[in-house]
């Protein structure tokens, strides 16, 4: 058996990292060098022309007439050259056939004589000029005709020293070796350092790890690596890590129930649930996505809405894959899919996949913020504002149905018996069209708001057609029996067809549809956010003297019943005006529709009244109430969560509300108060919080009393209750309650249409 691979060590792999790195410097400041010195040269080398051509041609103006006066007697020459002689050069005049005939200095005559650039000038009566060595030295030779009436009697001969350039090279060679051995050492330092700290630490951790799995010690996996320096690598082995950590989890939670005899629906649970009931992926619809990416500073950034569905929804694609189709309303959404509207999400461990569906500025008006949300929002819930119904808008809501059924479609081709999940009131037509073309997926529909009595739907001048397309589902889901009841009763006035009220069923034709309940929740499992501390987040709020604190957190929509608990609370205060400067309420309001006229309207109610009682009632170093009117993510809102002593849920009339499930599910501590309107889903659940009237601003003045006050102990008794309900019905309860009803639909119903 072959031995296995030596490992290479981290100090191998930094040494040969220093070396190439070392090599690269050496490479590119020699091949620099070298430039630089051929450049140096050249520059030397016309200079030393430039001063030998001045001093010749200089030279031979007033050696030409010289020579030959007084005989052949060089007396005249001589002195005219020891006039000019400078050191480091020597200047020789020849006769015709290049015989120095006077040299300065005397002593160099030997030297010069037979010079090569001489005779070439004497015959060729031109200039020559070049470097050679005399007597071991560099020199540069410039040798010119002198001329007489047009006859060459002679040449001038200047020589100069060049040993400069050499001694020039050398000095560059030394400094720039010095550079480079400075450059070295500065770049091994910092590779060693940034190796140390970004590579070798990390992979250290992550072995450590490692070993702590395989001795039984469980931990939580380290943190990501670098992408950018690691790449895929770092990511697959990161989210394997977190896989592998999750699924141990799962194992000793599932270990942990089934010790004390519970049987509490878990991810793991439910996963394994769809694997071997449901089998294959399932496709989940909604307007709403569950991560949105928009410009901010000129760069992407991801951004989770603030909505029950997605809090609701988004644990169960992580748990079991699929597909979600949904609105791409992010302003640089098409920049981050692929030419399909596609994407994988979560972005770091991809767990399930993203299907987004453009609108037109126009769709998305006449479909979401029209009809949807001008008239059927307002038509099912019972707060007094008036329903606005257009034709336009209807058409536009129909054929956005009719486009993301064709989305839907092109992500279920080639899978046999699909299982779809339709979110909301957005989509009331699409189960129908859905089913027309494929008959054989198993469709439901959740309604996550109220449905109200046959008289107020009524209302509707489509309501055949919508509650027709609602029935082409197998199977519709409310938060409470009473919707159900409610959806029966309009079904039943509303159109021909059967209902069977101790099956809860609706039959059209051969079609068979089941109305059911399905009470929404949220995760349970300890939230994915730093723990803080309650002083630093009053210090981040600027309530650092605060010594109880309250929080809300809404979209500012008129259901949430704002301006009735900002009244109740500036009510508490004038009641027991002990508590100012004690207490701070926190309002997250994040913008919603803002392009509806009645919500521009209830967002300048809202602000003006949070200021009115601020001016009324703060100090200079106190305001009742801090309005946080903007989008928050999830790990400013947890934190608020853990550390209030109350929370206010004053819905005038909401489906389920998982703002009062996502309070109790965050509290690990067992402390805080929950206040609740009877008014939503969550108050049948919830019976341990203060349940109020909302519209009652004494009754809710007085329960906020009861919060502040209220013993720890008492506190903690009803937390418990409250947190062991939401712990049992979790959203992987209500998961599997709905796909096992939808599971059990036999096949050979599917296809029957009415």
């Known amino acids: 058996m072959p031995a296995p691979p030596a490992a290479v060590s981290p100090v191998r792999i930094t040494a040969r990292l220093v070396f190439a790195l070392c090599l690269a410097v050496v490479v590119v400041v020699g091949g620099f060098t070298a430039l630089q010195i051929r450049e140096e040269r050249a520059g030397l080398e016309r200079d030393l022309q430039r001063r030998a051509a001045l001093l010749a041609e200089g030279l031979k103006e007033a050696v030409g007439p010289a020579l030959g006066v007084g005989g052949r007697s060089t007396a005249p020459v001589e002195r005219i050259l020891k006039r000019f002689g400078r050191p480091n050069q020597l200047v020789a005049v020849y006769d015709q056939i290049a015989n120095p005939i006077a040299v300065v200095p005397d002593d160099a005559r030997p030297r010069v004589a037979a010079l090569p650039e001489v005779i070439e000038s004497l015959s060729t009566s031109s200039v020559r000029q070049g470097f050679r060595v005399l007597d071991g030295r560099a020199v540069f030779v410039y040798a010119t005709p002198l001329d007489r009436s047009e006859r060459t009697i002679g040449a001038l001969a200047v020589v100069l020293d060049a040993s400069s350039l050499a001694q020039a090279e050398r000095t560059l060679w030394w400094h720039n070796a010095l550079r480079v051995l400075v450059l070295a050492l500065v770049l091994s330092g910092i590779t060693v350092l940034l190796l140390r700290l970004s590579v070798t630490q990390p992979m250290a951790r992550m072995a450590e790890w490692t070993k702590a799995l395989k001795a039984g010690r469980p931990g939580p996996p380290p943190e990501i690596a670098d992408a950018g320096l690691f790449g895929p690598l770092a990511l697959e082995v990161s989210g394997l890590a977190r896989r592998l950590h999750r699924a141990q989890e799962a194992a000793e939670q599932e270990a942990a129930l089934r010790l004390r005899g519970e049987t509490m629906w878990t991810e793991e649970r439910l996963k394994q649930f769809v694997n071997l009931q449901v089998g294959g992926p399932f496709f989940v619809v909604s307007n709403r996505e569950p991560v949105s990416h928009v410009y901010k500073d000129g760069k992407i950034v991801p951004q989770t809405p603030a909505s029950g569905l997605v809090t609701a929804m988004e644990p169960i694609l992580r748990a079991c894959g699929g597909v979600w189709v949904a609105h791409g309303s992010g302003s640089a959404d098409r920049e ?40 059927l929002w307002p038509l099912c819930h019972i707060v007094h504002t008036r329903p606005q119904f257009r034709p336009e808008d209807w058409e536009h809501y129909k054929n956005v149905n009719r486009k993301f059924a064709l989305a839907l479609l092109d992500e279920m081709e080639g899978v046999d018996t699909p299982l779809v999940l339709i979110q909301d009131y957005h989509f009331a037509m699409l189960p129908a069209y859905v089913k027309e073309a494929r008959p054989d997926a198993r469709v439901a529909i959740f309604w996550h708001i109220p449905w109200p009595n046959f008289e107020a739907f009524g209302i509707c001048p489509w309501q055949p057609e919508i509650l027709q397309g609602m029935l082409g589902a197998d199977l519709i889901g409310f938060h409470t029996q009473y919707h159900c009841n409610n959806f029966l009763e309009t079904v039943e006035r509303a159109i021909e067809c059967r209902v069977d009220w101790e099956r809860f069923t609706v039959t059209r034709g051969q079609r068979v549809t089941q109305v059911k309940p399905f009470p929404i929740s949220v995760a349970t499992e300890p939230p994915d956010v730093p723990p803080t501390t309650r002083a630093q987040v009053l210090a981040g709020l600027g309530l650092s003297s605060i010594e109880l604190l309250g929080v809300g957190v809404e979209r500012v929509d008129y259901t949430k019943g704002l301006v009735e608990r900002f009244r109740a609370l500036e009510r508490f205060f004038d009641r027991y005006p002990e508590y100012r400067e004690r207490v701070t309420f926190v309002q997250v309001a994040s913008p919603s529709r803002s392009l509806i006229k009645r919500y521009q309207d209830l967002q300048r109610e809202v602000r003006d009244t949070v200021m009115e009682i601020n001016t009324r009632l703060a100090t200079k170093s106190w305001r009742p109430i801090l309005y946080l009117d903007r989008h928050h993510d999830h790990s400013e809102i947890v934190p608020l969560y853990r550390h209030a002593d109350f929370c206010m849920v004053t819905s005038l009339h909401d489906g389920m509300n998982l703002v009062a499930k996502e309070f109790v599910a965050t509290r690990e501590d067992e402390r805080g108060v929950l206040i609740l309107s009877r008014f939503t889903g969550a108050a049948r659940e919830l019976t341990d919080a203060l349940v109020v009237n909302p ?60």
Do not use: C, H
């Open 336 to 375: 981050s899919s692929d030419e399909r509207g596609r994407l994988g999400v979560p972005a770091d461990d991809p767990r399930y996949t993203l299907r987004r569906v453009w609108l037109t500025p126009e769709e998305e008006q006449g479909y979401y913020y029209s009809f949807a949300n001008e008239g």
């Open 695 to 754: 519209y009652d601003l004494d009754e809710l003045a007085e329960s906020i009393r009861t919060a502040v006050g209220m013993p720890p102990e008492e506190q903690r008794i009803r937390m418990v209750r409250m947190r062991q309900t939401v712990r049992e019905r979790n959203i992987y309860w209500w998961a599997g309650r709905l796909l096992r009803e939808l599971s059990r639909i036999p096949e050979e119903a599917l296809g029957k249409l009415p």
